[in-house]
T-cell receptor, first 115, second 115 residues
Framework: AQKITQTQPGMFVQEKEAVTLDCTYDTSDQSYGLFWYKQPSSGEMIFLIYQGSYDEQNATEGRYSLNFQKARKSANLVISASQLGDSAMYFCAMRSGGSARQLTFGSGTQLTVLP | NAGVTQTPKFQVLKTGQSMTLQCAQDMNHEYMSWYRQDPGMGLRLIHYSVGAGITDQGEVPNGYNVSRSTTEDFPLRLLSAAPSQTSVYFC??????????????FGQGTRLTVV
């Protein structure tokens, strides 16, 4: 079985500062992919960034980066230079195993960027 | 490309009524899934499919039925609606596996209220 844990129900950050959203995962598989999604108040799910279990470097996509610590089974999302538009719910998700059929989500972190 | 099209966007049902949520994708994805989103619980997997004619149960399948006769369509049926099924429902599709470019694409969601 696979499990994702996000321990921060809510986070606040000042505009232009960096913020880290925590994600830990649990799987017995060696092969897995980790995904982060953003859900603004409008409700749609927006894919942000991907990290594979065999990737040696941390993933980066613009202002988003992943702090991937495989031994600790953590994949924290770092948002640099926060903007008001970053206020949203953020979900960490994982798919693992040979067929990797199920995408499992954490409970999410509600990020509020303060002006 | 339309991506994942999910209908309706809003629905109110009376207890005991049945209905079908429609989901169609035009990306030729093998994998399709249905999730429900409840406050504080993230997205929980209801049913999923890894190809036409193949479906399986997720974490919370009770009270829901699915079938997949074509690659494009994956409808979700509520057999006898209950207030506990009040939720936001998302359909998603993806390429198979866990590697890069297997991120899920989501429909816009259906807000269902059962009274």
């Amino acid at each position: 079985a696979q499990k994702i844990t996000q321990t921060q129900p809510g986070m606040f950050v000042q505009e232009k500062e960096a913020v880290t959203l925590d994600c830990t995962y649990d799987t017995s598989d060696q092969s897995y992919g980790l995904f982060w999604y953003k859900q603004p108040s409008s409700g749609e799910m927006i894919f942000l960034i991907y990290q594979g279990s065999y990737d040696e470097q941390n993933a980066t996509e613009g202002r988003y980066s992943l702090n991937f610590q495989k031994a600790r089974k953590s994949a924290n999302l770092v948002i640099s230079a926060s903007q008001l538009g970053d206020s949203a719910m953020y979900f960490c998700a994982m798919r693992s195993g040979g067929s990797a059929r199920q995408l499992t989500f954490g409970s999410g972190t509600q990020l509020t960027v303060l002006p | 490309n339309a991506g994942v099209t999910q209908t309706p966007k809003f629905q109110v049902l009376k207890t005991g009524q049945s209905m079908t949520l429609q989901c169609a994708q035009d990306m030729n994805h093998e994998y399709m899934s249905w999730y429900r989103q409840d406050p504080g619980m993230g997205l929980r997997l209801i049913h999923y499919s890894v190809g036409a004619g193949i479906t399986d149960q997720g974490e919370v399948p009770n009270g829901y039925n699915v079938s997949r006769s074509t690659t494009e369509d994956f409808p979700l049926r509520l057999l006898s609606a209950a207030p506990s099924q009040t939720s936001v429902y998302f359909c998603a599709s993806s390429q198979p596996g866990w590697a890069r470019n297997t991120e899920a694409f989501f429909g816009q969601g259906t807000r269902l209220t059962v009274v």
